[in-house]
């Protein structure tokens, strides 16, 4: 168990949604890296899982559910990165499909009531979208990065 206050573990209501959304991706390509924060020394195919600052009223009811939008950046590397991307991107969107149709649950995390894709996997030059004024480095040669949009909601899990 994480080390908090039993005070503040008393009043959690909610997991991290990000964690059910790595497990998801997790589970379904086992052979391929999925992470939260770039490491210095990342492999030349990993899958990238950030959540997305919501525009707007939060979808979830706490009583309930939980509900996140999700950028899933796939990097590769040359030979044939480009290609690597997005068919990397095609099997994320069916991983994340398949777990929808599912209805997959994961004990702890909750499950899944609804995936969508908001938007498709998309080549990208940087390392990040820029959503202001900064811009970030580009990749280097021979790197790729497809980004795509996903809308996640989970049931949250049941507490005894």
């Not at 206050?5 to 379904?28: F, M, N, Q, W």
């Not at 940087?126 to 909601?153: I, N």
């Amino acid at each position: 168990m994480i080390d908090l206050p039993a005070s503040v573990l008393a009043l959690v209501e909610l997991t991290p949604i990000e964690d059910i959304c790595l497990r998801i991706l997790r589970d379904g390509l086992p052979d391929v890296p999925v992470v939260s924060l770039i490491a210095d020394d990342a492999p030349g195919l990993f899958i990238l899982v950030r959540r997305l600052p919501a525009l707007g009223a939060w979808r979830g009811d706490p009583r309930f559910t939980d509900a996140a939008r999700f950028s899933i950046n796939v990097f590769t590397q040359d030979p044939d990165g480009d290609e690597k991307g997005a068919l990397v991107s095609e099997a994320v969107r069916v991983v994340m499909r398949n777990a929808w149709l599912a209805h997959a649950s994961y004990p702890g995390l909750g499950s899944v009531i609804s995936i969508r894709m908001r938007a498709e996997p998309s080549r990208k030059p940087d390392w990040a979208t820029s959503s202001g004024p900064v811009q970030y480095a580009d990749l280097p040669t021979g790197m790729w990065r497809y980004e795509s949009t996903y809308d996640l909601e989970i049931r949250k899990p049941r507490r005894r």
